[in-house]
């Protein structure tokens, strides 16, 4: 549910952020202090999953419901 990270940047090391959203579509801003410089690591490792998720996207995309006539 992660639509937006960011961290490791020059001037704020230690710090990532993301916005995500709740079970009913709400979005809040996650602030995560990272010790020892690992905010970079961080957030290497969401790009990771965010391409591993639009690889695996790209391979089955989702089918489109249609919903049923009432």
């Given at each position: 549910s992660i639509?937006?990270?960011?961290g490791g940047d020059t001037d704020t090391t230690d710090y990532v952020a993301y916005?995500?959203?709740d079970p009913?579509?709400?979005r809040a801003c996650h602030?995560?202090?990272c010790c020892?410089?690992?905010?970079?690591?961080v957030i290497s490792t969401v790009g990771q999953a965010f391409e591993l998720r639009?690889?695996?996207y790209l391979h089955s995309p989702p089918?489109?419901?249609v919903p049923p006539d009432r």
């Open positions: 639509s937006f990270a960011s916005v995500a959203k009913i579509n709400q602030i995560l202090e020892e410089g690992l905010a970079q690591s639009f690889k695996q089918k489109v419901v």
